[in-house]
Structures are given as C-alpha cells and as structure tokens.
C-alpha cells in the first residue's frame, strides 16, 4: 500500500514546474542561438577581410618583386 501511494506523493511535491523548465530552456536555447548566429556572422566577416587583405598582399608584392637598390651608397658608411 505505501508503494502506491509513495509516487503519487511525489508528483505533488515538485519544487519546479514543467512549464518553468520549458521556459528556461527556451530563453537558454534562444540566449546560445543568438550567440552562433552572431559568431557566424563574425566569421564571414574576417573571411572577407582576410581576402581582401590577401589580393592586397599579392598586388604589393608585385611592387616588392623590383631590383634591390642600395641605399647605402648616398650616406657617410665606410665603404
């Protein structure tokens, strides 16, 4: 007899609801959704700068690809 009445005793004691449990989880699952949207949207963001810098680099190193010219020739170094 005290095990059939033992679960139902328990059922009515719960500290928290069902309901306030869903709750929390929405706002946790919202909170973590806003944040991978806003980490991909980062992401795509350096991804498109790191290119941009990238065709940079390789229109300056066509500039970096001229003859060495000596610049120590017009100074007072001993030669």
Known sequence: MLYHYLPSKINTHFLIEQSSIITVLIITVSFFL???????????KLK?????????KSLQSDDDNKTYKDFTEGHLYDN
């Open 48 to 56: 498109i700068e790191n290119e941009r810098l990238s065709e940079k």
């Open 34 to 44: 806003i944040l991978l949207i806003l980490g991909i949207r980062k992401s795509y």
